[in-house]
């Protein structure tokens, strides 16, 4: 009997504060939506992150007739100065290994990488891309040593390192995880604040009934119970729409990331699962909390 006195007490706040409902439940689907999709995001560049670091190399790229570095002198890299390059990295303490690419090599490598961009493969020729020297190093922080050895010397056009490439890539995605917890930050206060309304005006609604309940001898717990399930159950239901946009998250934001930039590494769906279970969870003990705190403060009992 008493179960399904809660219940229908529940029901009747929920109805009776429709409209603040509902936008309780949206103001919590956003919130719980940003900050689950800012936990993807975090997820991705550290997955990227351990995926791409060990793979990381330092490309040398070496004198052709079309370099602007005016030490070349529009000239190709002679066959001597490639050998005694490659003799100086074999003896750099930091490089783990040498590899050479020519100017076809690293076209049809060029042409693999950017295979979903037709039109920029279209617009490049093989020979715009220069003979290369590409460098494993034992640990990618070595990149200093390997880059001051090596420029300057005959027959070197740039060094370039894929580090520095990477860490401008990730922190664009580290920018726009502050920014999805940053609006979601904003959005919890919001539904903090909804709650609270939510939570008072359901209380002023139900004084009668709260105080027959005070004066037959209901336990404090038992009063505010209803209150409390109202805030829970309006946070549930705002979870739930916040998974269906963190699933439209993962296939329009997060797997298209992945698809059209080759520095990121695939999302798996068990981490998205993990992320919607801790942003439904988080909301409804965001509104029981608030609605427990509201509770305590405007419901004299």
Partial sequence: MRVQFV????????????????????????????????????????????????????????CAKTSSNPSCQKQDVTDQQRQTLKAQLDKLPQVSEVQYENKQQAFE????????????????????????????????????????????QPGVDTVINEQEI????????????????????????????????????????RRRETGIMRLVGASNTYIQLPFILEG?????????????????????????LAGDVQLVSQLGWSTVIAVIVVSICFGVLLCAVASFLTLRRYLKI
């Fill in 7 to 62: 219940l229908q007490e529940i029901w009747i706040g929920l109805r009776r504060n429709m409209t603040m409902t509902i936008s309780l439940v949206i103001t919590v689907a956003i919130a719980m939506a940003l900050f689950g999709t800012g936990l993807l995001l975090r997820q991705q560049v550290d997955s990227s992150k351990s995926f791409w670091y060990d793979k990381i190399e330092v490309s040398i790229f070496l």
């Fill in 109 to 152: 490598r060029f042409k693999d990488n950017f295979a979903g961009s037709p039109g920029f493969v279209e617009s490049t020729r093989e020979g715009d891309i220069p003979d290369s020297f590409r460098v494993k190093l034992k640990a990618p922080e070595e990149y200093k040593a390997v880059a001051q050895a090596m420029l300057g």
């Fill in 232 to 256: 829970a159950i309006a946070g549930l239901i705002g979870g739930i729409f916040s998974s269906i946009l963190l699933v439209f998250s993962k296939k329009l934001l997060i797997d298209r």
């Fill in 166 to 205: 990477l860490e401008r890539f990730f922190r664009i995605l580290n920018g726009l995880q502050v920014a999805a917890l940053t609006i979601a930050l904003i959005q919890v206060v919001a539904a903090v604040m909804l709650v609270g309304n939510t939570v008072r005006l359901s209380a002023f609604n």
